[in-house]
């Protein structure tokens, strides 16, 4: 038993007495008590301060996307996630957002999808959002992945996207005419 793992156990202990720890995690999200423990460790390890902050995650995407710059995507992706926007992730945020990712329903993930794209967090994506998003997409993904990409392939996949999204034509994606789409694409495939 090293001098860390004690002070995780100790730390595990205290989480647990505490009334917003372990068993309302339980109860907030699809994991076991022993599945949310593991997933603490791991936590733990990665970030012994107890948050995640934007930089973390921009590393972590960078290694996933060697080729291409994950750096707006990370940030669109820490904003969703950021549910607090304090510009910190705590374990919380983390398992929370994940439980949905995972093991939500179909519902709960396009609620999640659509939080992400709206990137201004007032309810609607307007089209600049939805443009912003598809441009990380790409940058992300790098010039490697799409070799013959012309420039404005972004744009045209948006104004494609949104004509159909946008049901009452009113210039915004509400929630609704989101899932109502997605759902729509589920059906025909
Ligand atoms: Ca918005
Ligand atoms: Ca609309």
Redesign the pocket.
């Known amino acids: 038993y090293s001098c860390d793992k004690i002070e995780d156990e100790l730390e595990m202990t205290t989480m647990c007495h505490r009334p917003e720890g372990l068993e309302q995690l339980e109860a907030q999200t699809n994991f076991t008590k022993r599945e949310l423990q593991v997933l603490y460790r791991g936590f733990k390890n990665e970030c012994p301060s107890g948050v995640v902050n934007e930089e973390t995650f921009k590393q972590i995407y960078a290694q996933f996307f060697p080729h291409g710059d994950a750096t707006m995507y990370a940030h669109y992706l820490f904003n969703a996630f950021d549910t607090a926007q304090n510009g910190s992730v705590k374990f919380e945020d983390f398992v929370i957002a994940l439980s949905i990712l995972l093991r939500g329903t179909v519902h709960e993930k396009l609620r999640w999808t659509f939080n992400l794209y709206d990137i201004n967090k007032d309810g609607y994506i307007n089209k600049e959002e939805m443009m912003d998003i598809v441009k990380a997409i790409y940058d992300m993904m790098g010039k490697y992945t799409y070799p013959v990409l012309k420039e404005d392939a972004p744009r045209q996949h948006v104004e494609v996207f949104f004509q159909k999204m946008?049901?009452?034509?009113?210039g915004?994606?509400?929630l609704d005419?989101f899932i109502e789409s997605c759902q729509e694409v589920r059906t025909k495939l």
């Open positions: 946008d049901k009452n034509k009113d915004v994606v509400t005419e």
